[in-house]
Nanobody, 116 residues
Framework: QVQLVESGGGLVQPGGSLRLSCAAS????????MGWYRQGTGKQRELVAG???????NYADSVKGRFTISRDNVMNTVYLQMNSLKPEDTAVYYC??????????WGQGTQVTVSE
């Protein structure tokens, strides 16, 4: 079993920055895709950003140019640097990883609130 521990959420003013981290531990097989999703109140969960084992990335249009995803394959950790945050970025952010056996795992979620 794989456990994902997220950190870095919190309250920030519009225009501010936060960095989320998600560390995988346990019975880790080779991790393929690592990513971040978010779910705002009353909204569906949506993909924010993803990065595969080759370092290729993809982003939601709403965060392009503001958010950067990266990973540390030695530490089995994925990061999300969030800059120029907007109130509409307020959501619970979830880490997701998929290994090369196509097993998917989710983190418990971390709250990000962007408000004055």
């Amino acid at each position: 079993q794989v456990q994902l521990v997220e950190s870095g959420g919190g309250l920030v003013q519009p225009g501010g920055s936060l960095r989320l981290s998600c560390a995988a531990s346990g019975s880790i097989f080779r991790l393929n895709v690592m990513g971040w999703y978010r779910q705002g109140t009353g909204k569906q969960r949506e993909l924010v950003a993803g990065i595969n084992s080759g370092g290729n990335t993809n982003y939601a249009d709403s965060v392009k140019g503001r958010f950067t995803i990266s990973r540390d394959n030695v530490m089995n950790t994925v990061y999300l640097q969030m800059n120029s945050l907007k109130p509409e970025d307020t959501a619970v952010y979830y880490c997701n990883v998929i290994d090369f056996r196509a097993q998917a795992y989710w983190g418990q979620g971390t709250q990000v609130t962007v408000s004055e």
